[in-house]
């Protein structure tokens, strides 16, 4: 017999496994990125073990000892993990064998994989997500900045990509905020879910040893337990929510491109992507394209794809462990390193990008402000409805003469309607139609002032909380 005798599971088995089904079977090749976890879980179920009698206080000093230097021996690139070993657990377990002996062993008394493989998930996921919620927070402090900046700009804001309504840039720019606001609490949320450390849960009856769960449970630093070991070696919940998480902040990021993507060109020159995040072409020397932005855009891709490579794995799945389940770590890892990775480019894109707010100024056509014009008799006492009708024949002259809304003189006014005065010309510009709406979350100066102060608000609050 070759390597595969080696097997701790081999003992029931005449032959070794094909080599193909051992490629096949292995998950060492993508889940070796748990062996922290899994080697902290290692450390405190030997000191559970310990407790209860089944390792002396010199086995477990050996064990531990062992553990630090298999960790050491992994982070260096020291130990090699080879397919035979088939996955993370089993590999840590070996080496541990191989430095201690026979005594290495007891360590995975009343334990099995299929609880192990679910404590090492939730451990790495709780770091993840504790990773991804800092990046959004970077990404918020730098739209905070961008918004009190460029408080006094204007754009035009658009519905079905037509001009709509003008708008404050810093208004445009909070919308994305709030959303991530709003990303950031389901992975927060996500997290405390996944707060509750299954060990103990064995293959999925639970444990024959009566291991102290809650003192697992604080050397791990979980706040509780799961309370049904069948559950808690069964579900993979806590990985969809993390992935559906990031599907939703990807889909928010990726508007945000798309927007970006269509300003920086010629047609809109609103803004220019620093040289940092633009790449140029093969063949045409005067591109600068938005690939950071188009990339961040693209990975929402892949990002949804794997929710739904988990979701489908997931489906029919007959209770309680099958193999099947091993396939719940790629697409994961595949989302984690993405959404990271996007974050910090979306970030810098934006942090570096520039603002033609004279362009953007200028960009405002000449019927933006139509709504405005309505508004005005409807403060001079018409139904809006019949308001809507004037203006709408109004925007037809204006056009039909090429002219602005805003260059109308009285006299044309009043061949629609008598009831407009000279104070109409102050109504009529993109300044007075923004800080027309002060209302709370509208788009006037003290409104937006007031958004990008609870926004810094909060973040101050979440950094004391962090730190404190
Ligand atoms: N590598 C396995 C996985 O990722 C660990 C659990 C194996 N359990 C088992 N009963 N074969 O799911």
New binding site residues.
Partial sequence: MGESAKKPWSGRFDKPSESAMEQFNA?IGF?RRLYRADIAGSRAQAKALAKIGVLTAQELDRILQALDQVEAEIASGRLALAAHLE?I?MAVEARLIEIVGEVGGKLHTGRS??DQ?ALDERLYLREAARETAAGIDRLQTVLLDFAERHIDALMPGYTHLQQAQPVRLSHYTMALFWMLDRDRGRFDACAERADAMPLGSGAFAGSAYPIDREFLASELGFSRITPNSIDAVSDRDYLLEYMAAAAILIGHLSRFCEDLIVWSSSEFRFIELADAYSTGSSMMPQKKNPDSLELVRGKSGRVYGNLMALLTVMKGLPLT?S?D??ED?EPFFDTVDTVHQVLEVFTGAWRTMTVLTDRMREALDGTVVATDLADYLVRKGLPFRETHRIVGRLVRSALSQGRRLDELDLRTLHSECDLFEADVAESLCAEASVNRRELDGGTGYEAVAAQIRGGRQLLSRRTRRTEG
Wanted: proline share 0%; aromatic share 8%.
């Fill in positions: 998950s889940d996955d657990h994989r299929n493989v462990y193999k389940l091993q770590k």
